[in-house]
């Protein structure tokens, strides 16, 4: 078993902090180490050094290199410029089996928070056996825990599979609360990890079977990848394959598990002062409560709620919790912050 962190992203909900030239993957946003250097430590507890990979945008190759330094040039793997996760792993699958090595691998975000590593040993050794047997995919499901709207949702059946893993009934976008509190009340509903367990033949089986152009686009492509590749359309792994495949299994898991994916998600891992705000730096408040305060410079924040104010060199963001959804956009349509 091989892990394939994924480290490509921009990580544009996080700006300013995040930003193109660094994203949130190399920034220490959880403690000391970065979001990266944590994953890695992470799957290098159970996992010789040598079964663990990155794939991430060549311009980022010295900010990895620079957190990684223990990783040799043959466990990097270079996307010529960030396409999203199904060509990320396309081209992770074609370097495996250009290799001849068709070992089952994890492909997995450098963004997540996981906090039982023996219980994610445990389940990872279960979907591997499951992976092996065939053209199939497996991932882990996470028991929800509350009613959430930023992640995606899938529906297993009840009855197990190769006697390890439940069918995947059908997956589910990212809801709004109130359908998320529906969902809740369904035994066999689980958030959808984005970690998938899976061969490189069986990548390479679903996307000449749902990407064919992609999938010729880059066996065909030779030394001529850096001109291709930035062609190759923005897939997400789930809407290219997942939501299609005819073979997917999960296997539920009940460890702590966290998506460190947009500002909001920082109060269940910060400590909270008695008015609910996270803050970090010089900051002083007054009669504010369930703010979320990251600032470089001294700051004064008075009679507001709910907000997100990051301040540092590169920018200024104050937003509405219940807006945040729009940063991204936003920062698209004013032209990328570098």
């Not at 480290?7 to 220490?28: D, E, N, V």
């Not at 060549?58 to 990783?71: A, G, K």
């Not at 990548?203 to 030779?222: A, D, H, N, R």
């Not at 030394?223 to 062609?231: F, M």
């Amino acid at each position: 078993m091989k892990v394939i962190i994924m480290a490509g992203g921009k990580g544009t909900r996080f700006w300013p902090k995040s930003k193109a030239s660094k994203p949130k993957q190399f920034l220490a946003l959880l403690g000391k180490e970065t979001l990266i250097q944590q994953t890695y430590r992470r799957y290098r507890e159970f996992l010789p050094e040598e079964d663990l990979y990155v794939v991430t945008a060549t311009c980022y190759l010295p900010l990895l290199l620079e957190q990684l330094p223990e990783l040799h040039a043959d466990q990097i793997i270079l996307e010529p410029e960030q396409r999203d996760t199904a060509p990320c792993i396309a081209l992770t699958a074609l370097h495996f089996l250009r290799e001849n090595c068709d070992d089952v691998l994890v492909t997995t975000p450098s963004d997540q928070y996981i906090g039982d590593v023996p219980k994610l040993k445990e389940a990872l050794d279960k979907a591997a056996e499951v992976a092996r047997q065939g053209n199939l995919i497996v991932t882990l499901g996470v028991r929800p825990t509350r009613p959430e709207t930023g992640y995606g949702y899938m529906e297993y059946e009840e009855e197990l599979s190769y006697g390890r893993a439940y069918p995947v009934k059908r997956f589910i976008e990212k809801p709004s609360f109130d359908k998320a509190v529906e969902l809740l009340k369904h035994s066999c509903m689980l958030w959808n990890s984005g970690i998938f367990i899976w061969k490189p033949s069986t990548i390479c089986f679903y996307m000449e079977q749902l990407q064919p152009q992609m999938w010729k686009t880059l066996i065909q492509s030779g030394s001529s990848l850096n001109e291709v590749y930035p062609l190759m359309p923005k897939l997400s792994v789930d809407y290219a394959i997942m939501e299609q495949a005819d073979s997917m299994f999960t296997i539920p898991v009940d460890f702590v598990w966290d998506d460190i994916g947009t500002w909001s998600s920082l109060p269940r891992f910060h400590d909270l002062d008695e008015e609910r705000n996270v803050i970090q730096g010089e900051v002083s408040l007054l009669s504010s409560t369930g703010n979320i305060i990251l600032s470089d410079k001294k700051t004064l924040i008075l009679g507001v709620h709910d907000l997100i104010v990051v301040s540092t060199n590169e920018g200024l963001l104050v937003c509405y919790k219940p807006f945040e959804q729009y940063i991204k956009n936003v920062l698209a349509e004013n032209g990328e912050r570098e």
